[in-house]
């Protein structure tokens, strides 16, 4: 789909074209006087690839951080391809940042003059998404926090149900670093693309005061980057307490097979002796030896009970 802003008549500013077929590809070159990249060429991970110049178009891509639609890949790459006249924007998937600053150039919210104008109204706005999905991420991390380390401990029939909820919780810490390895290439991404754009705009016409707004921008993205390794901190302590906790409860369970096992060797030595049948065993001859050998099975059993429980391992 390609759009053009402002519709009808007259040369664009802003082509945005969403998964565009041949076509449209040839519609917008057409308009824009310069090739554009195709999704190999903007997923190429390289700097060289990502920023670079042809003259006085700068072509630039970075990946997204909005959630996958359908069967694509997470991390789309966007493309911009920026010229002294207009802006031209290569996505393959829908991003409402982009639909909101067309909202906004539509109902006249927004004034902008040339590609310059648009490419720093959706710096900004990329900017303020990531920074609310990175909140979103932080307010699903308290949970997480609180069920690690301020629960009660549970044992018996409860420890089943809390070993599941440790798996559950496992999870969804691994959901949610995902989720957050996707924004950090986003801001790392955005970050070079924004840099590389004020330093090749320097001299353009009526640069100065989108300078100072991509000025603002990089700051933005560097504090952003800061709060994001923070969140990556914590995601990294919470997956290492809930592993542990995982292997405290895999303990727990050996340590119920070991005592088991170990208070079923004595009786099994006990009942295995006299089990034997030799006739010069005394005990067989006994009115009470009967008695006497459950007696010896229940206190060999209890013994080893008594010396874990003293122990403190139940």
């Not at 970075?62 to 031209?88: K, N, Q, W």
């Not at 001299?203 to 800061?226: F, G, H, Y």
Request: aromatic share 8%.
């Amino acid at each position: 789909m390609l759009k053009t802003f402002p519709a009808g008549g007259g040369a664009p500013i802003w082509l945005d074209l969403v998964s565009p077929g041949p076509d449209e590809l040839k519609q917008a070159e057409a308009i824009v006087g310069a090739p554009l990249p195709s999704r190999e060429a903007l997923s190429e991970i390289e700097s060289s690839s990502r920023v670079r110049a042809r003259g006085d178009v700068l072509l630039m891509s970075t990946p997204s951080a909005a959630p996958p639609v359908g069967g694509e890949v997470p991390g789309a790459p966007i493309g911009f391809i920026l010229s002294r006249d207009r802006l031209a924007t290569v996505r393959y998937s829908p991003l409402k940042g982009f639909d909101a600053v067309w909202q906004r150039l539509e109902r006249g919210e927004a004034t902008v003059g040339g590609g310059l104008d648009v490419f720093v109204e959706l710096c900004e706005e990329i900017v303020d998404r990531l920074a609310d999905a990175l909140e979103l991420l932080a307010q699903e991390l308290r949970p997480l926090s609180e069920a690690a380390f301020h629960t009660d401990d549970t044992r018996g029939a409860k420890a089943i149900r809390s070993n599941q909820l440790l798996r559950t919780q496992l999870r969804s810490i691994g959901k949610t670093g995902d989720r957050l390895s996707i924004i950090r290439d986003a801001l790392a991404g955005l970050d070079r693309v924004v840099a590389y754009a004020a330093l090749q705009t320097e001299a353009w016409p009526n640069a100065t005061p989108l300078q100072t707004r991509l000025e603002s921008v990089k700051r933005d993205i560097a504090s952003l980057s800061d709060y994001d390794a923070q969140l990556f901190n914590k995601i990294q302590f919470l997956l290492d307490a809930t592993v542990g906790l995982i292997g405290i409860a895999q303990n727990d369970i050996f340590k119920v097979l070991t005592i088991v096992s170990i208070v079923g060797i004595p009786p099994t030595l006990v009942a295995s002796m006299y089990g034997m049948n030799f006739k010069t065993m005394p005990e067989y001859d006994w009115a009470f030896g009967y008695p006497y050998g459950l007696a010896m099975i229940a206190l060999s059993a209890a013994i080893p009970v008594i010396w874990f429980k003293v122990k403190g391992w139940f």
